[in-house]
């Protein structure tokens, strides 16, 4: 079945939907590597030459699939935090951590994110996908500091940064190849197994705790 190519934003948008959802779903069971436009085309249904119609990439749909699941998490969290009645440095980072864990997807996405869908790209396809990122960034930063307003705004930004990283170097260790995980399963390579939602837990809330340097940022 071969799409007719899309004129209106309705029906683009449509149609991307239905690529993202196929390289949703394609990313859910095997590696990103493992992966190719063919097998995104086939599973949305469209001929691989329509494909590039909307995307010219694979980096390129799984950015744009990265930006969705980015924007559902925040809304997650968004909703999480209003419920929170007297906000905490812990009951914040469980609330990040509960809402995280609920979206393995997005946890594998930015693993590979700096590392694998930041290449290969245009420099118009980059500046188009960091601009996509302002929005989110601005409504993350914002939220943690009216949240918690002992970090400043500059605080909280580094937050965000921090937050990521430790989520995509987190992951990983946590989740590693079946092989790997029968060799921990030796008792003298126990310390080397990383239990994800705990550690990040912990960690976050340490992140969290407003430094003397941070109640002296500008707000």
Request: hydrophobic share 40%; glycine share 2%.
């Amino acid at each position: 079945m071969n799409w007719q190519r899309a004129r209106k934003p309705a029906q683009k948008a449509e149609r991307m939907t239905a690529i993202l959802d196929a390289a949703a779903s394609l990313f859910d069971e095997k590696e990103l590597s493992q992966i190719s436009m063919r097998d995104v085309a086939e599973r949305a249904g469209v001929g691989k030459a329509s494909l590039y119609h909307y995307v010219k990439t694979k980096e390129e749909v799984f950015l744009s699939l990265y930006g969705h699941e980015l924007q559902s998490w925040l809304e997650g969290i968004e909703k999480r935090l209003d419920r929170l009645r007297k906000p905490t440095p812990e009951r914040v980072a469980a609330a990040l951590v509960d809402e995280l864990t609920s979206r393995p997807r997005l946890c594998r996405l930015k693993v590979v994110l700096a590392v694998v869908l930041e290449r290969n790209l245009s420099d118009e396809a980059i500046t188009e996908f960091k601009e996509s990122l302002l929005e989110p960034t601005d409504r993350f930063v914002t939220l943690i500091h009216q949240t918690l307003p002992q970090l400043s705004l500059a605080a909280a930004k580094d937050f965000l940064f921090q937050y990521h990283s430790v989520v995509a170097g987190l992951w990983p260790m946590a989740h590693p190849s079946d092989q790997v995980v029968a060799i921990l399963e030796e008792p003298k390579y126990s310390d080397f197994r990383v239990d994800f939602a705990p550690l990040l837990q912990r960690t976050l809330v340490k992140l969290l705790q407003p430094s003397e340097k941070g109640n002296s940022d500008a707000k």
